[in-house]
């Protein structure tokens, strides 16, 4: 069974960074293009950044201050957050892009108050 595994979230300052893990279960990892999610309280779950094996993409909100990765060896996809805003407070998520909406996992909250 697929499964996706997010940490690294917390509770951080304005202006402050963390960083979020997902380890994927599956083997040929290197073949999917992955995707960072994110879902604020009443509000619908967006796509911020995906990655390929060549590209990246992400959302106007938060280009130049956060950066996805992956480390295929690890089965690991990142996403380095900096500069945050407390519209960056959500729950995050990864998935593939697009989404597979039977693979959803936990994700990892994130909270950026003073």
């Known amino acids: 069974q697929v499964q996706f595994v997010e940490s690294g979230g917390g509770l951080v300052q304005p202006g402050g960074s963390l960083r979020l893990s997902c380890v994927f279960s599956?083997?040929?990892?290197?073949?999917?293009?992955m995707g960072w999610y994110r879902q604020a309280p009443g509000k619908q779950r967006d796509l911020v950044a995906s990655?390929?094996?060549?590209?990246?993409y992400y959302a106007d909100s938060v280009k130049g201050r956060f950066t996805i990765s992956r480390d295929n060896a690890k089965n690991t996809v990142y996403l380095q957050m900096n500069s945050l805003k407390p519209e960056d407070t959500a729950v995050y998520y990864c998935n593939f892009r697009p989404s597979d909406d039977t693979l959803w996992g936990q994700g990892s909250q994130v909270a950026v108050s003073s």
């Open positions: 990655i390929t094996s060549s590209n990246t």
């Open positions: 599956r083997s040929s990892f290197n073949a999917y293009r």
